[in-house]
């Protein structure tokens, strides 16, 4: 198992009175790029938010790098070195660009120790960071918000990077930056679980995949494979890559 960060086995989530994940079995392996795909309503954010302990797993298990986290809060979860960008990216809209950030490096008490190198290599990855560095962040456009969401969550060293629908909204000049961060992140080692839409950027993107379906994964393997068999991709999804 060295060559796998995260697992879940039989997890089970719900949210008020609503069952929502029945018995979701994943596999994240080490220094690849897993897609999470499947219908609307399938149960994908869900699994997100239950490995952050966001909403807790009222059956099964979460192991990452060998250890049960099934049961802990989220701020020991993110402790470990796990980044989450949600959907609706979180950003502090009253704050600046240069704040949002400090925040999340949580090593640092001021901008200047920020590791400068790293900063410089977001700001190659995401120039609008860098131009608009003491501007408030509410006032971005959304590809921008998004571009700030994925930084905030890198600015630190992090084993593994949990997003949900990164490209939603963005132009193809933007989700093109944002293929190339992942890659770039992924050439360095950092294990990178994704929610995704936009099929052609799951085909792009991804080592592995899941595939959703009413809060089970109903298939996994290599994304290559799924992305070569057309009758596969409408049986599972509805549509073709």
Known sequence: MNDVLLTLEGVHTHIGAYHI?????????????????GRNGAGKTTTLRTIMGLWPASRGRIRFQGDDI??????????????????????????????????????????????????????????????????????????????LAVSRAIVEPRELLIVDEPSKGLA???????????????????????????????????DTVAVMDNGVVVHAGAMQALADDEALQQSLLGLSL
């Open 172 to 206: 193809p000049a933007i989700i093109n930056n944002m293929i190339d961060a992942f890659r770039q992140l992924k050439a360095q080692g950092v294990t990178i679980l994704l929610v995704e839409q936009n099929l052609s950027f799951a085909k792009r993107l991804g």
């Open 21 to 37: 994940l029945h018995g979701v079995d994943l596999v994240v392996p080490r220094g690849q790029l897993t897609m999470l795909l």
């Open 70 to 147: 099934t049961a802990q809060a989220t701020p020991q979860i993110a402790g470990r070195g796990i980044a989450y960008v949600p959907e609706n990216m979180g950003i502090f809209a009253d704050l600046t660009v240069k704040e949002n950030m400090l925040l999340a490096a949580r090593q640092a008490k001021n901008a200047g120790q920020i590791d400068q190198a790293r900063l410089q290599w977001i700001f190659s990855l995401f120039p609008a960071v860098e131009k608009f560095w003491n501007h408030p962040a509410g006032k971005l456009s959304g590809g921008q918000k998004q571009m």
